[in-house]
């Protein structure tokens, strides 16, 4: 199971608590990951991606094993340490403090 | 006995405030959709019980919600997946997708940017949420930027009604400080075919024929901040009322002059008489006294705070021109808070009450038409709408 953290809002609007498990079948990357948490949760569509373009949504960010992912492409496959659920993926809000 | 239920979205979640006809005890329940902008909630003529809201956030995006129970438990109403082509998931119920289509969508990519450039349509966000008078699964969201949508599925699925932007002078709009938003959206009940809109800043336009082509109706309009003051569009509009016992007769609230139109927007006539200033945002028809007026005039469009320290209802019981503070129960002093467009409502009781929440998070009852007023909260999130339900 991959391990996903989830921003509050978001948190909020699925339901959930910080941390959420999704399967993914075949290869884990950002794509298949979020696929199988739009499937898990409905409500999430169009909160961590665009609809149509699939773009991550410019406020927000991807982290995994203290790595900024952002900007990397999702079909990149996920570190081993997420694939194997030792490490989370996590879904931040891109903007600290307030 | 009969009630109200007073919808309130502000910019940290919703809150919902209900009382007895009476209007002198209330139950507040929220916040809903707790750190979420709530840019508006209403409820539908046709069930009371089915409310729609949109919920909205610059980093997540546009949720809408929908309640079947008046409020108690909310639904994405998207609900199940299906898989698209590509194979990822196709979530529907948050998707606002601008009409494209070489059917029914117009080649229309740009509109006008702040700078007098040209700009690609991007979708941002709900203002403004109008349920079908008579199906409480149809619903039409005015949106930023300016289009108008239409679910008939309870707002699992959203078309735009794609001729009102490419109607011919939509490279010609262009934002207002509050964005390029849709914010106004009025049904006519004698009239399925006929809807009024408004948009900041292009102006206000009709359809007669249900959403397929529309009009601007913005003869009599006079905006010295535009190239040409008596333009066809280019104005901004903050807001416009009806009642519907009277459907054909609009009153507008535009960034600066309080208008008025006796045949259904085809010319406007200032009414804005002796109120201290024509600048605001609110204007809202009383429930049975059809030229009885309502506006909350706010310094200036450089100062959105009420004018003189001083929260004052204006009232107008000939149809404008001849306006009367309202200021019992209100703060006399100290007092800058705004009240912004889609923030006062009346509800439909004998004795009509009037509703209206303010920036500072004050949201205030009158059960007398205005003469006095009640705050129902005083220290909620900054109030973007209020909505009141009349329950039978």
């Not at chain 1, 978001?10 to 794509?31: D, F, I, K, S």
């Not at chain 2, 979205?9 to 809150?15: E, P, Q, S």
């Amino acid at each position: 199971m991959i391990r996903v953290v989830l921003p509050y809002h978001l948190r909020r609007l699925a339901n959930v608590g910080n941390e959420v498990q999704v399967e993914v079948q075949g290869q884990v990357t950002q794509r298949s990951v979020l696929n199988a948490l739009e499937v898990q949760y409905p409500m999430l569509c169009g909160t961590i991606r665009d609809h149509v373009t699939q773009q991550r949504r410019p406020f927000l960010r991807f982290f995994a094993c203290q790595e900024d992912l952002s900007h990397e492409s999702p079909d990149e496959p996920l570190p081993e340490a997420v694939v194997t659920g030792k490490e989370p993926l996590l879904i931040v809000g891109a903007i600290a403090g307030g | 006995m009969s009630g109200v239920r007073v919808l309130v979205g502000t910019k940290k979640g919703a809150f919902i405030l209900s009382s007895d006809g009476k209007r002198d005890k209330w139950e507040v329940n929220g916040p809903l959709f707790t750190g979420w902008e709530v840019y508006h909630m209403k409820g539908s003529q046709a069930d009371p019980n089915r409310i729609y809201a949109s919920q909205t956030s610059g980093w997540f995006g546009q949720v809408i919600q929908r309640s079947s129970d008046g409020g108690k438990t909310w639904e994405t109403p998207g609900g199940g997946m299906t898989q698209s082509p590509q194979g990822w998931p196709a979530g529907e119920s948050n998707k606002f997708v601008y009409d494209v289509s070489p059917e029914t969508g117009k080649p229309l990519t740009t509109h006008q940017w702040y700078d007098g450039t040209q700009h690609p349509w991007e979708f941002k966000r709900v203002w403004h949420l109008e349920p079908s008078l008579n199906d409480a699964d149809t619903v039409y969201a005015g949106v930023e930027d300016a289009a108008l949508f239409k679910s008939k599925d309870g707002g699992r699925t959203w078309q735009e009604l794609s001729g009102l932007r490419g109607h011919g002078t939509g490279p010609k709009w262009q934002p207002g400080a509050g964005g390029m938003c849709l914010h106004t959206v009025l049904l006519d009940p004698s009239n399925p075919n006929r809807i009024y809109i408004a948009i900041s800043a292009a102006g206000a336009f009709r359809t007669d024929d249900g959403g397929k082509t529309w009009k601007p109706i913005n003869k009599g309009l006079h905006s010295q901040y535009i190239p040409d003051p008596n333009a066809e569009i280019g104005h901004c509009v903050h807001h416009v009322a009806l009642n519907p016992k009277r459907p054909n007769v609009l009153f507008m609230q535009k960034h600066w002059d309080v208008m008025r139109s006796n045949n259904g927007g085809d010319s406007w006539t200032e009414i804005s008489g002796n109120l201290p200033t024509d600048f605001g945002f609110v204007i809202d028809v009383h429930a049975h006294e059809l030229e009885t007026i309502y506006v909350v005039p706010i310094k200036s469009d450089s100062e959105h705070f009420v004018h003189e320290g001083k929260l004052r209802v204006y009232r107008s019981k000939t149809g404008g021109n001849e306006w009367e503070p309202l200021t019992k129960g209100l703060p006399q002093s100290n007092c800058f808070v705004n009240v912004l467009r889609d923030a006062m409502a009346v509800d439909s009781l004998d004795n009509c009450g009037v509703y209206f929440g303010t920036t500072g998070g004050q949201v205030y009852c009158s059960a007398d038409a205005g003469d006095s007023w009640n705050p129902i909260v005083r220290d909620l999130p900054s109030v973007l709408s209020v909505e009141v339900q009349t329950l039978p």
